[in-house]
């Protein structure tokens, strides 16, 4: 059975960005890998968390969500049940702490800048999405601070963006859409910075242990997508905004 879109097993799906999605975020994009749609926004306020008051510094976080018809079957909204499900609590974690990873919290005094990534659509890889869409949301979100002089100098020390790469009936594959990864005897999440940093790397063994040459078989196939990747967040980040 061959991949979606026709790819080797090293190549990721098709990214489309489209920046300035939400004309009334601060910073936005719907962020598009194969068929997973995200929203992703960044609203920024002028208050941060109590225990980071008098300390002249900012604060980035992040909140994800899955639209009740994402999935195909209906989701229920977290609000219907009073809290967020313990998924949703994790993976907002990671996108909070992919993107304060490449911030200098201290270029952002009293602020706060709230990063939200909805997911429209899910086909595999949902949280990878919206790490790379949420740092582009981010990106617009400082950039227009900065031109009307809100910041006196940019926060963001470099970028940030996320694959999956996972083990399926043996081989080796990168950006798993949800056969692959409903299937995968190795699931792997791998957060990079611009420059090759690691900043995260979740890997799970369904079936299987991963081994250690398996591993840095995974991490040598991620750094190339997410290099690709980098270079599709640059090109939303100056592309110009609609309207």
Do not use: H
């Not at 975020?25 to 068929?35: I, V």
């Not at 699931?187 to 900043?199: S, Y």
């Amino acid at each position: 059975m061959g991949r979606s879109y026709d790819r080797t097993p090293a190549d990721p799906r098709p990214v489309s960005i489209q920046p300035g999605f939400v004309r009334t975020a601060t910073g936005s994009c719907l962020y598009e890998q194969g068929e997973t749609r995200v929203i992703c926004t960044a609203s920024v306020s002028d208050r941060v968390p109590r225990w980071l008051e008098g300390k002249k510094s900012g604060w980035v976080t992040a909140e994800y969500a899955m639209l009740p018809a994402s999935t195909g079957e209906r989701k229920q909204r977290d609000s219907a049940r009073g809290r967020p499900d313990g998924r949703s609590t994790e993976i907002q974690r990671l996108i909070g702490r992919a993107l304060r990873g490449v911030v200098d919290l201290t270029a952002l005094p009293d602020r706060s800048v709230y990063v939200d990534c909805d997911v429209l659509q899910a086909d595999g890889g949902t949280r990878c999405a919206a790490i790379t869409g949420g740092y582009v949301a981010l990106r617009l979100a400082t950039q227009s601070l900065l031109a009307v002089g809100k910041l006196e100098r940019d926060p963001l020390s470099g970028s940030v963006a996320a694959i999956s790469c996972g083990v399926v009936d043996g081989d080796l594959l990168c950006d798993l859409d949800y056969s692959e990864d409903s299937s995968a005897e190795v699931d792997a999440n791998i957060v990079m910075t611009g420059d090759g940093g690691l900043v995260e790397v979740q890997a799970t063994a369904e079936r299987t242990p991963v081994s250690r040459a398996s591993l840095d078989e995974l991490l040598g196939l991620a750094e190339p997508a997410i290099a690709g990747l980098r270079e599709a967040q640059a090109e939303a980040c100056d592309a110009p905004l609609p309207g």
